[in-house]
């Protein structure tokens, strides 16, 4: 069996059902993720009477988000909530919640209530008791089912503020646990972040990965044995949904180029 064939049985015992889609560049990623949350969104509210939506920081969604205010979307049967954020106030330009207000939130007609924030200027255990408390007076007392998450990819394999090395990865009796930052990725700052149980419970996760600087990483995480103390985003692994990986051609570029889950 070639070096592709190794890599799709080792990825189908990692992350079933799991496929790689493959984009162009950042901004057709961005288009692709825009269409793939319609489309998720659309499919969820012909059945159910909400869709909840955990969303990522960073860079990489942005595009997408700018894409989505423009969108008609039935946003007073939407919720957002963030899988992770940095603890800074709300105005801050690095805080999760500011870059998605600015890029998508402030420009749709959503209620208040539907927006459910991370409180990042709080110390981090207590932001992490007061998000976890949200939770659970929306989910019930049943791990969070969310619709779908957004997720990206550190250098470093970390996922949400799931980093090497931290305890943050290994929590599974509490849903969002505070994480003591002092290491590169900046910004170094505390964060809050889901745990693992909660993004495994998610019906889709999407992740978003772009650029250059992600090749050496994204070949690294889904080509070698699973080592989610050094990877943590090798843990992450549905229990009952669909992982989807949206990639552009410039973070592809260290992958095979044949294997049966390429679209």
């Not at 984009?23 to 159910?48: H, W, Y």
């Not at 603890?87 to 459910?116: F, G, Q, R, T, V």
Request: aromatic share 8%; hydrophobic share 40%.
């Amino acid at each position: 069996m070639g070096a592709a064939g190794d890599w799709a049985a080792q990825m189908r015992k990692i992350l079933p059902p799991w496929v790689i889609e493959v984009v162009p560049n950042q901004a057709s990623l961005g288009e692709r993720a825009a269409e793939e949350f319609i489309q998720l969104a659309d499919k969820e509210l012909r059945t159910r009477s909400l869709f909840t939506v955990a969303l990522a920081g960073g860079s990489t969604p942005q595009k997408m988000y700018f894409l989505l205010s423009e969108a008609h979307l039935s946003w007073d049967r939407i919720h957002f909530f963030w899988g992770d954020e940095r603890c800074l106030p709300p105005e801050d330009e690095d805080s999760n919640y500011h870059m998605a207000y600015e890029a998508l939130l402030k420009s749709i007609s959503i209620p208040s209530e539907n927006i459910h924030r991370i409180q990042g200027e709080l110390p981090m255990e207590q932001a992490a008791q007061t998000y976890e408390e949200d939770l659970r007076v929306f989910f019930g007392t049943t791990t969070p089912r969310f619709g779908l998450i957004l997720l990206g990819m550190g250098r470093d394999g970390h996922t949400a503020s799931l980093f090497p090395g931290t305890s943050a990865a290994n929590e599974t009796s509490h849903w969002v646990t505070p994480v003591f930052h002092n290491v590169p990725p900046p910004p170094v700052v505390d964060r809050v972040t889901l745990t693992l149980p909660v993004l495994n419970a998610a019906a889709h996760i999407l992740f978003l990965i772009s650029g250059s600087e992600k090749a050496k990483i994204l070949a690294k995480v889904l080509q070698s044995p699973i080592q989610p103390e050094l990877f943590p985003v090798q843990a992450v692994k549905p229990v009952s949904g669909t992982l989807h990986w949206l990639v552009d051609q410039d973070a592809a570029a260290a992958l095979p180029t044949k294997h049966p889950n390429y679209e």
